[in-house]
């Protein structure tokens, strides 16, 4: 268990469909990430949250939203799904402060397959 | 544009041997990276990382090279096991504040014959 928590595990939607998937972070982190890894494919970054405030975005989508919560919970919301948003979405989780070590290590959750139909 | 990859796909490996993941990163500001392990059916996780301002880092049977000057990274595993039989990711960041972000390379899949 890396201590960064996602649900659900697995989700079947139909296209045009709406899905929030929620991460909750490793205890004391600050920052959350979430990745999208499609088949066989590399991790692609989305969003980045950092104490309840976007901090760097990627290559995400206009349907697709995030937020942090004061609790430091983080949703990603996907709308108007489409058959190509089948992935695993990924969320991690990191201090946030690289500090003098200059360092930033990712923790992640186990992921939250999508299947669009 | 920027890019971190990898030489091979994939790569088999008898059990008990050495293995070597290659990785080839084209942004000469990136100063921090890491190597990840992706098994079946999971998140990824930390084997180890390196900061710019060193050559190699070494932990256990898993060693880090870094050769800026042709900015390339490699993974060393020895004596490699059925359980290290995985999906490696290289992955790399930048000092900005406000960009801690890791950005990955597409991985080498990993198979230990036994």
């Known amino acids: 268990d890396s201590g960064v928590t996602q649900t659900p595990k697995h989700l079947i939607t139909a296209t045009g469909q709406r899905v929030t998937l929620r991460c909750s972070p490793r205890?004391?982190?600050?920052?959350v990430y979430w990745y999208q890894q499609s088949l066989d494919q590399g991790l692609q970054f989305l969003i980045q949250?950092?104490?309840?405030?976007?901090?760097a975005k990627g290559n995400i989508l206009e349907r697709f939203s995030a937020q942090q919560f004061p609790d430091l919970h983080s949703e990603l919301n996907l709308s108007s799904l489409e058959l190509g948003d089948s992935a695993l979405y990924f969320c991690?989780?990191?201090?946030?402060?690289?500090?003098?070590?200059?360092?930033?290590?990712?923790?992640f959750g186990a992921g939250s397959r999508l299947t669009v139909l | 544009g920027e890019s971190v990859g990898l030489h091979l796909p994939t790569l088999s490996v008898q059990e008990g041997d050495n293995s070597i993941i290659n990785c080839a990163y084209s942004?000469?500001?990136?100063?921090?990276f890491i190597w990840y392990k992706q098994e079946s059916g999971k998140g990824p996780q930390f084997i180890i990382d390196?900061?710019?301002?060193?050559d190699k880092r070494q932990g256990q049977r898993v060693t880090v090279l870094l050769n800026k000057t042709v900015k390339h990274l490699s993974l060393q595993i020895a004596a490699t096991q059925p359980g290290d039989s995985a999906v490696y990711f290289c992955?790399?960041?930048?000092?900005?504040?406000?960009?801690?972000?890791?950005?990955f390379g597409t991985g080498t899949r990993l198979t230990i014959i036994p």
């Open positions: 949250y950092y104490n309840g405030e976007e901090r």
């Open positions: 390196i900061r710019s301002n060193m």
């Open positions: 942004n000469s500001a990136s100063d921090y």
């Open positions: 991690a989780s990191s201090a946030g402060d690289r500090g003098w070590t200059g360092a930033n290590v990712l923790t």
């Open positions: 205890s004391g982190d600050l920052s």
């Open positions: 992955a790399e960041s930048r000092s900005n504040f406000g960009n801690e972000k890791l950005t």
